[in-house]
């Protein structure tokens, strides 16, 4: 039990963490910018950064050129 609970609060200090550092980079952009759509920020923005389809289920990763 006690090990359990320890993961849990792991995980949820984890999902905590994560959604704070969403929420700091999204405050980086301005409107326009959260608006685009995601591929045509990238070409924008990071011309070393390509998307490419990792599961048949329709999840992509980011890939280094």
Known sequence: DHRINAMRAICDAEIAHLLNQFHLMRSYYNKKQLDTPLIDFLKEN???VSLAKATEDGEYELEWK
Do not use: E, L
């Open 46 to 48: 990071c011309p070393n």
